[in-house]
Nanobody, 120 residues
């Protein structure tokens, strides 16, 4: 079984910062691409940023220059540093990872989500 656990969400004022973390645990051989997605009420889930196992990154245009994705492969953990937050960044943020399980091989997995609210 594989589990992704996010943390770091919360309430922040416009212009503030938050740092999200996502840790993979369980029985797997390796973790490949990882990414952060978000879903606001009434909207579809959208990609925020992604990172490969070698550290190559990709960002949605609406977060470029404000958010930074990173990972620590030794800890099977991914981070999202969010700066200059705007009210429109309010959403549930989900962690996604592509892993190789010992029993079933490649699998995609989602975390349970963490709420980020940007409001004064």
């Amino acid at each position: 079984q594989v589990q992704l656990v996010e943390s770091g969400g919360g309430l922040v004022q416009p212009g503030g910062s938050l740092r999200l973390s996502c840790t993979a645990s369980g029985s797997f051989h390796s973790v490949h691409d990882m990414g952060w997605y978000r879903q606001a009420p009434g909207k579809q889930r959208e990609l925020v940023a992604s990172i490969t196992s070698s550290g190559s990154t990709n960002y949605a245009d609406f977060v470029k220059g404000r958010f930074t994705i990173s990972r620590d492969n030794a800890k099977n953990t991914m981070y999202l540093q969010m700066n200059s937050l705007k009210p429109e960044d309010t959403a549930v943020y989900y962690c996604n990872a592509h892993l190789v399980r010992w029993d079933t091989g490649p699998v995609g997995s989602w975390g349970q989500g963490t709420q980020v609210t940007v409001s004064s």
